[in-house]
């Protein structure tokens, strides 16, 4: 594939919302280190000083559940080292592998393949998610409700903190420990920007959307085997961006592709979205 020509035909853009429906543990570091300070504290904006989701650990976790979903055999990025294990990830290395079943493979081809070993652009870009103002909370009656982060009391500014204890089985001795949360009901931003070149991406770009659907019934962030980090994708919206928008934004508005308060109901559009983006067909435009 290297030398060869590739002709961006456009972007596909998802926006909406990822919403904690646990607490959240997105770990950080510093403040483990100051007198007092956290065991365990969540990553933040060192600007705002708010929590976010880093693009980086939100696309790494839908690659990982994807590598599994598809089988995909695992190579060792990183070999292990003292105390650092070893880094396992599914990559195609050759040409011949890349399309063993006759396509592309759609997760490399989507989430694309570090450095030197890269056989085609990265497809898929996903930016880190800004905290957003509004929580949705469950009311009193059950029902969601939005509310300010200046409406509620959290232990420190955007996040809880939840104490854990590791127990001796023989003696029952506890040795506590403290871990700082995003609460269940943090809202946060996020765009994901999908580049398309050819018919091929089709497939890559339903595999993304698997990708969104997985992590709904998995765990994002740290110690998701113990409740925290479930969360869910609201309010998207996916638009179709021809790269003659980006020359002329007026005459070639932004195309609405689909809405869908969920997931699924985007998946459940996603013949319809694809008829409308020419490259899908084999069309330019």
Known sequence: MSGNSVQLQGKIVITGAL?????????????????????????????????????????????????????????????????????????????????????????CRAFGVAGQRALEPVRLIVRDARLLEELEILDENGQPARKRWSEVNTDLPYTEVKWEAAIDVLTAA???????????????????????????DREAFRTVLLGMRLLEDDYLGGSGSRGYGRVAFRDLQVRWKPVAHYLDPQGHPAVPLTEGRTVEEVIARFDELAARIPAFEGKQG
């Open 19 to 107: 919403q904690a429906l646990t607490g959240l543990r997105i770990g950080g570091a510093g403040a483990g280190m100051e007198i007092g300070g956290l065991d365990n504290v969540v990553i933040r904006d060192p600007v705002t000083g708010r929590p976010y989701v880093p693009g980086s650990s939100l696309k790494g976790k839908m690659r990982s559940l994807l590598t599994r979903a598809l089988g995909k055999p695992l190579k060792t990025l990183v070999e292990p080292r003292g105390n650092i294990p070893a880094i396992r990830i599914h990559w195609c290395e050759t040409e011949a592998e890349y399309r063993s079943g006759g396509r592309p493979c759609p997760l």
């Open 174 to 200: 506890a040795n506590p420990r403290q871990m700082e949360r995003v609460p269940a009901g943090a809202r946060f931003e996020v765009e994901m920007l999908f580049s398309v070149y050819d018919a091929d």
